[in-house]
Antibody
Framework: QVQLMQSGAEVKQPGASVKVSCKSS????????MHWVRQAPGQGLEWMGI????????RYAQKFKGRVTMTRDTSTSTDYMELSSLRSEDTAVYYC????????????WGQGTLVTVSS | QSALTQPPSASGSPGQSVTISCTGS?????????VSWYQQHPGKAPKLMIY???KRPSGVPDRFSGSKSGNTASLTVSGLQAEDEADYYC??????????FGTGTKVFVL
């Protein structure tokens, strides 16, 4: 069965960077796009970006351009999302989500990774 | 890429129907038939309920239906059940492989 297993919670200081991982299993890793979505405490979902199946193309929400980098390691079926210059407003649960084969049909989700930015 | 507009809350009694709107623009909802809807219970990851405006993934009850008219998409939940009480988010393709979520709607089952 398809599983997306994310890395554990992180606590970072303002100005630092965080790298969240999402390890996939149960399907052909190089066949599907992966999205990254975040949710601040008590707030709504926010789309951050997407990486293509080969890992050769990324698209980011305007808000995160210049601060976010999404990569993937096809040898380990793992996606990474790195966010730099962290500020308190970046405190959120970060999710990876895999499409089901159609535009934006994110049918499989990781369990979420809580990133806390605090001095 | 501004968030799509949803009402903050909606409610209905068990067995009734509730419809949630998702208003975008001619650049997103109005242009593409790539609107999806997600249900999220507290502390849980979102769950896909509708994709491509009106298609249901396997396992989603047919009480959930989606539609679109112009720049507004809608999710209707018929025959409301207690477990339908949750947050609901729309999501739309905006071109160039970019997406945007709606502001979210809390559905209460009275």
């Amino acid at each position: 069965q398809v599983q997306l297993m994310q890395s554990g919670a992180e606590v970072k200081q303002p100005g630092a960077s965080v790298k969240v991982s999402c390890k996939s299993s149960g399907y052909t890793f190089t066949s599907y796009h992966m999205h990254w979505v975040r949710q601040a405490p008590g707030q709504g979902l926010e789309w951050m970006g997407i990486i293509n199946p080969a890992g050769s193309d990324t698209r980011y929400a305007q808000k995160f351009k210049g601060r976010v980098t999404m990569t993937r390691d096809t040898s380990t079926s793992t996606d990474y999302m790195e966010l730099s210059s962290l500020r308190s407003e970046d405190t959120a649960v970060y999710y990876c989500a895999r499409e089901g084969g159609h535009h934006g049909d994110n049918i499989f989700w990781g369990q979420g990774t809580l990133v806390t930015v605090s001095s | 890429q501004s968030a799509l507009t949803q009402p903050p809350s909606a409610s209905g009694s068990p067995g009734q129907s509730v419809t949630i709107s998702c208003t975008g623009s001619s650049s997103d909802v109005g242009r593409y038939n790539y609107v999806s809807w997600y249900q999220q219970h507290p502390g849980k990851a979102p769950k896909l309920m509708i994709y491509e405006v009106s298609k249901r993934p396997s396992g989603v009850p047919d009480r959930f239906s989606g539609s679109k008219s112009g720049n507004t998409a809608s999710l209707t939940v018929s025959g409301l059940q207690a477990e339908d009480e949750a947050d609901y988010y729309c999501n739309s393709f905006v071109g160039n492989n970019i997406y945007v979520f709606g502001t979210g709607t809390k559905v209460f089952v009275l």
